[in-house]
């Protein structure tokens, strides 16, 4: 079973940073890509970013130039870096990790993380 565990949420004025973390455990061979989606209330579930094993990146328009997504592929890790914050990003952040193998020859499965809660406002 892999399990993803997120950090680093939390309350943060307009303007102020934040840093989202998501480590991937279990019995992992690979991880194609991995991944933030946030849900606001009353809303769908949408993209902010997403980044492959060998380092290509992806951002809604909306975060473009103030987020940045990195990840560590020793440790299955990927982090958001969340600065310029606006009360329009408060949300819930959900981690994904996306075309999960086990072994090499395994099938290829999706999964996701608890979420975090991001709060911007003054």
């Known amino acids: 079973q892999v399990q993803l565990v997120e950090s680093g949420g939390g309350l943060v004025q307009p303007g102020g940073s934040l840093r989202l973390s998501c480590a991937a455990s279990g019995s992992i061979f690979s991880i194609a890509a991995m991944g933030w989606y946030r849900q606001a209330p009353g809303k769908q579930r949408e993209l902010v970013a997403t980044?492959?094993?060998?380092?290509?990146?992806n951002y809604v328009d909306s975060v473009k130039g103030r987020f940045t997504i990195s990840r560590d592929n020793a440790k299955n890790t990927v982090y958001l870096q969340m600065n310029s914050l606006k009360p329009e990003d408060t949300a819930v952040y959900y981690c994904n990790a996306d075309r999960v193998r086990r072994t090499a020859w395994s099938p290829a499965y999706a999964y996701w993380g608890q979420g975090t809660q991001v709060t911007v406002s003054s």
């Open positions: 980044i492959t094993s060998g380092g290509t990146t």
